[in-house]
């Protein structure tokens, strides 16, 4: 755990044409943060991790200032934000399962173009946060127990 720096189990930088697949992340701060990249797909991975409280946690799949990705069959768990992409645009996010998070198991924050579908989330602190973001389509999402 840092509050200084983005201490995360993958962490993918400027880059393009990219795949993260089938990996398991236990017991992390972030998960994968990706800044600054095109073109990439996260797929099949689980992540988990012990937030207690918003504050001492990360997220589970951080993106950042990137377009075209492809968010497919992950499981997410015990992070502040199971999916976070602020900035993000032209992505989708599909089939994925985020539950137990400490704030939203899905947050967009000025994002654009985006979509979201056949995804569960269960248990977080809010299903979906779409925030300061355009044309987001959201279709088939199942939503059970959040708060």
């Known amino acids: ?23 398991i992340f236990d017991n992390v701060f972030y998960g994968i943060i990706l800044q600054r990249v095109n073109w990439g797909i996260i797929k099949d991975n689980k992540v988990s991790g012990s937030a207690k409280n918003e504050s001492s946690s990360g997220n589970g799949i951080h993106v950042w200032k990137s377009k075209n990705i492809r968010i497919e069959n992950n499981t997410v768990s015990g992070m502040r934000d199971g999916i976070y992409l602020e900035f993000v645009n032209k992505s989708f996010v599909s089939n994925n399962t985020s539950k137990k998070n400490i704030r939203y198991g899905l947050h967009f924050m000025f994002s654009h173009y985006n979509e979201y579908h056949h995804n569960e989330f269960r248990k977080n602190g809010a299903g979906v946060a779409v925030m300061f973001s355009k044309h987001i389509k959201m279709y088939f999402n199942t939503f059970h127990y959040n708060w």
């Not at 755990?1 to 990996?23: D, L, P, Q, R």
């Open 1 to 23: 755990m840092s509050y200084i720096k983005e201490i995360a189990g993958v962490f993918v930088s400027h880059s393009k044409n990219f795949t993260i697949k089938n990996n």
